[in-house]
């Protein structure tokens, strides 16, 4: 039997990787806050499949919560897949926005989605096997469209992804970011949006059961509204090609002090 954890597993995204991984045969562990919702889920969920799922209650930002979470991702039943998910947003400017509530949301969408895969990646490592599918977001992509530090956050679990992946993909371990645009779930009225107002939003379901026929083709970037592959491959082409040069001993020409420009100075 394989033991899935998955984080803001109370609602949206989340709650559907718990009944598409159940339905699967998965044991879970499903995290959030809403411990009602957890629980309804979790007996939802155990009569319907047969499965074991544990709940674990716990505010993500704070250390004294997030700490079982990760002594439960270091011991057993080992966790074999982490569904890295739970995350929140911030409408407005970064200039305008409530310091408290920015560092809640890196506490969130960059500190403990970095150390839930630390503490699940050690024994996977060790074993040889297991997975973390990490939810980023397509507006990585881009960050001028929504204000403040959302874009950032994501941009963050999609780069930690990539790194991993160079890491630990030899190891066994296989690394997935999925890349969602707007999704048809809490998030927008969380973050102080509305949700009547976003266009071309992806039914939660279609979202996950996409992620997941990218998670069984083992992509690295799974960006189910993008119809177009290619698009993404010639990103990534692109990218090479710039890296490439981004790694030399002296500044490009264009950066250097011309002649006259010595004169001037001297
Ligand atoms: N929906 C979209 O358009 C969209 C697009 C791109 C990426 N995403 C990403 O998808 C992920 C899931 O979001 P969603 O769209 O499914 O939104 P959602 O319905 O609001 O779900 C967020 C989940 O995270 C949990 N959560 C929030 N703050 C938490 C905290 N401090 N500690 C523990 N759990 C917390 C929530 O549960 P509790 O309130 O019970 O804690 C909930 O289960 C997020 O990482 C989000 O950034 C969403």
Known sequence: MTTALITGASSGIGAVYARRLAARGYDLVLVARAASRLKALAEELRDAHGVTIEVI?????????????????????????????????????FAAADPAKMTNLLRLNVVATTMLASAAIIG?????????????????????????????????????????????????????????GATRTEIFERSGGDISKVANLMEVEDLVDAALVGFDRKELITIPPLPDLATWEAFEQARGVLASGCFNSQPAARYRIGQRDLRRDS
């Open 57 to 93: 209650a716990a505010d993500l930002v704070v250390d004294l919560e997030l700490e079982p979470v990760l002594q439960r991702l270091r011991s057993n039943p080992q966790i074999d897949i982490l569904v890295n998910n739970a995350g929140t947003g911030l409408i407005g400017d």
């Open 124 to 180: 996977m490592v060790e074993r040889g096997n297991g997975a973390i599918i990490n939810v980023a977001s397509a507006l990585a992509f881009q960050p001028e469209y929504l204000r403040g530090i959302y874009a950032a956050t994501k941009s963050y679990v999609m780069t930690l992804t990539q790194s991993l992946a160079a890491e630990v993909t030899s190891k066994g371990v296989y690394v997935q970011a999925v890349l969602p």
